[in-house]
């Protein structure tokens, strides 16, 4: 089984506007950590976010926030006031407790910002 | 946070040679990663680098033909060996952020084309 899905290829989002990208997980371990990265075109892999399994409030970030519903298995990123510049390739990804040197990433999601 | 240096960021390689990229971080670090990442793909983790001991490959990766170096905890490098168009791909190091052991940090990537 996939341990991070994502299915959104693509989306789209005005800008100034939310946009919320998804993100769901797979894992048996209690102890956990979740991240976004954004790739721009230029490659490098960006941090953004950290969420770990027994965080007990959705992590924020500046105009980034994660929605952590862990009954769920899923991890939203949430980007408030979308600017030109957060058009790029995001992913999510996890680390788990018994390997937690090991990152999962997802298949990514392209954002796309309109002006 | 760790500052990573990567080179060279891009490179276009005729098959049959072999490419070494070079990885420095700007602090010690237990262990670097190395990840590939295919046109439109996500992440893969090719190995992880330990100073003073052989690195420890995912399946599918092979030493002979991704031999790594790791001579010091600040260094490392990656080799592409006896390349084909297969090979082409962003390469990515990789560190664990050494102030609180979750997040990630990432080089800028080399991005080669084997021709």
């Known amino acids: 089984a996939q341990k991070i899905t994502q299915t959104q290829p693509g989306m789209f989002v005005q800008e100034k506007e939310a946009v919320t990208l998804d993100c769901t997980y797979d894992t048996s371990d209690p102890s956990y950590g979740l991240f976004w990265y954004k790739q721009p075109s230029s490659g490098e892999m960006i941090f953004l976010i950290y969420q770990g399994s027994y965080d007990q409030q959705n992590a924020t970030e500046g105009r980034y926030s994660l929605n952590f519903q862990k009954a769920r298995k899923s991890a939203n990123l949430v980007i408030s006031a979308s600017q030109l510049g957060d058009s790029a390739m995001y992913f999510c990804a996890m680390r788990e407790g018994y390997n937690f040197n090991k990152f999962y990433f997802g298949s990514g999601t392209k954002l796309n910002v309109k002006p | 946070s760790a500052v990573i240096s990567q080179k060279p960021s891009r490179d276009i390689c005729q098959r049959g040679t072999s490419l070494t990229i070079q990885c420095q971080v700007d602090?010690?670090?237990?262990?670097m990663f190395w990840y590939r990442q295919q046109p439109g793909q996500s992440l893969t983790l090719i190995a992880t680098a330990n100073q003073g001991s052989e690195a420890t490959y995912e399946s599918g990766f092979v030493i002979d033909k991704f031999p790594i170096s790791r001579p010091n905890l600040t260094f490392s490098t990656l080799t592409v060996s006896n390349m084909s168009p297969e090979d082409s791909s962003i390469y990515l190091c990789?560190?664990?952020?050494?102030?609180?052991?979750?997040?990630?940090?990432f080089g800028q990537g080399t991005r080669l084309t084997v021709v």
């Open positions: 602090s010690q670090v237990t262990m």
């Open positions: 990789s560190v664990q952020n050494p102030d609180r052991n979750t997040e990630a940090f």
